[in-house]
Each structure stands twice: as structure tokens, then as C-alpha cells.
């Protein structure tokens, strides 16, 4: 595995407007570590992912996956923007499943998990397919890959997102609010599969969620974000069960109410 930090966030800025999402962030994040960002709504969370998709630049400061800079090289001795194409490979170690599934309503399952592996990667047909039918075994859904996701409920689609996440092979997931669509029933079903998978990989892993219960069991660390800034910052049972800062035990509260 790669001893260097899986990701680093160095002083990023990151405004809409007049509206500041992060503010200096700082945040190192290490290789195989499973991190879990709460906190309330706008508060910078899912940006985080956005920017480590590269669906979003910061304003000001650097982003680095593992040791390399997303969008800054090095030529002739100078720091200059990085060509299209190292973005792209940068790009390439990152996977990410939403929360709405964002699946390809006009691709069969099949394709909808094969498409990225051929015209990315480069990949044969023919090994894509072996791939995309062995993940969608492994998710469950081997009788579905020629459905169309109109076919599918809520839990085969985002099942059928993580397949697809996972056939780059990338070296670090994001997973964003990944059961806010289903019902309770199916989201402890997608839960525990993504529970396995944390266990059964050595990726990097970020989630953001509102589930209490399933940060407890999946993450080595817990982030609670305000207002653009990490607050509070520890293991689980730190964060969740003895937080120091009154902004999360009131957010935690909230969400116990809720519940």
C-alpha cells in the first residue's frame, strides 16, 4: 500500500458568490482509513467530494492524491497548471456514488457498469463484461444486467451504483447521503453491503450521512463540519457519544430527535 497520505486538502478556499463552503480547509486523510464528514446542510461537506471529483476547483489552495497535486505539475522546474490528461489520471483513482444514483436511464445494467471501464480505461470489451458480471454478483444482482433502471427499485439502483463505482477500480470512494432516497428497510441493506466492502478493501473511503449508527460502525474517523470547518474532529465514539463542541452535541440532538 502507499505509505504516502491517500488525500491532503492544504488551506482550501471555496466560495459561491458571497457564500464561503470552506474556509482554509486543512485535512489529511490516510491510505485505507474510512472517514465519515457530518454536520448540517451547506456545511461543505458534499463539496468536499465534488472537489475530489474534480466536478468543482477550489478557489485557493491544493489538493493532493497521494503525493500528487490534482491540478498543479511541475515543468521545467516551475509549478504550472496541469494538462488536461493528468487531471483525467488523477481523476481515475476516484470513485464515487451518489446520492441519487446518477445511473444511465437509456443503458442496460450491464452497460451502464461496462461504459467507463471501455472508453476510460481502455479496457476490452469482453474483460469489461467479466468484470461488471462479477461485481454485479457480488452486489446481488447477477439476474439484473439486462434490466433497464427503470425496472430497478431504489436499493438494485444504487446497488447497481456502487458496481459501477467500483468497476475503475479506483483507489479511494466516495459515497454522498448513499441511503437519503431509499426507505429505511432498503438503506440497512445497502448499508450492510457497503459495510462489507469496507472490510473485504483496503480503499479510502469518505462518506457523508446522517445514519449515526452506521458511522459508528464503519468509520476510524468522524468529521463534523460547520459553516465551512471542521469542529470536531475523532474516533466515533469521541464525536458521537462525548463530543466537546456544543455545535455538535446541538446537531447530534437534532438528529437523535429526528430519528
Known amino acids: 500500500m502507499n505509505n504516502k497520505a491517500s488525500i491532503e486538502f492544504v488551506n ?18 490516510a491510505p485505507g482509513e474510512h472517514v465519515v464528514m457530518i454536520g448540517p446542510s451547506g456545511s461543505g461537506k458534499s463539496t468536499i467530494l465534488r472537489l475530489l471529483m474534480t ?20 515543468r521545467d522546474g516551475r509549478t504550472v497548471d496541469a494538462p488536461a490528461a493528468h487531471v483525467r489520471k488523477m481523476r481515475s483513482k476516484v470513485g464515487m456514488v451518489f446520492q441519487h444514483f446518477n445511473l444511465f436511464p437509456h443503458l442496460r445494467v450491464l452497460q451502464n457498469i461496462t461504459e467507463a471501464p471501455v472508453r476510460v480505461m481502455g479496457m476490452s470489451r469482453a474483460e469489461a463484461v467479466r468484470r461488471a458480471t462479477d461485481l454485479l454478483d457480488r452486489v446481488g444482482l447477477a439476474d439484473k444486467s439486462e434490466a433497464w433502471p427503470a425496472e430497478l427499485s431504489g436499493g438494485q439502483k ?39 466492502l469496507a472490510t473485504q478493501t483496503e480503499m ?27 469542529i ?9 457519544e462525548h463530543p466537546q463542541q456544543p455545535r455538535t452535541r446541538e446537531f447530534l440532538n437534532n438528529i437523535l430527535q429526528a430519528s
Open 204 to 230: 479510502t473511503m469518505l462518506f457523508v450521512t446522517h445514519q449515526m449508527r452506521f458511522a459508528r460502525q464503519i468509520a476510524d474517523r468522524v468529521l463534523f463540519f460547520d459553516k465551512g470547518r471542521i
Open 55 to 74: 466536478l468543482e476547483n477550489p478557489d485557493s489552495g491544493e489538493i493532493l492524491i497521494e503525493g500528487e497535486s490534482i491540478w498543479r505539475t511541475t
Open 158 to 196: 444504487q446497488r447497481v451504483a456502487i458496481a459501477r463505482a467500483l468497476a475503475l477500480q479506483p483507489r479511494i470512494m466516495l459515497f454522498d447521503e448513499i441511503t437519503s432516497a431509499l426507505d429505511p428497510e432498503i438503506a440497512g441493506q445497502v448499508l450492510h453491503l457497503v459495510l462489507e
Open 12 to 29: 482550501i478556499h471555496k466560495a459561491y458568490q458571497q457564500n464561503v463552503v470552506l474556509e482554509n480547509l486543512n485535512l489529511t486523510v
Open 232 to 240: 470536531e474532529n475523532g474516533i466515533p465514539e469521541q464525536v458521537l
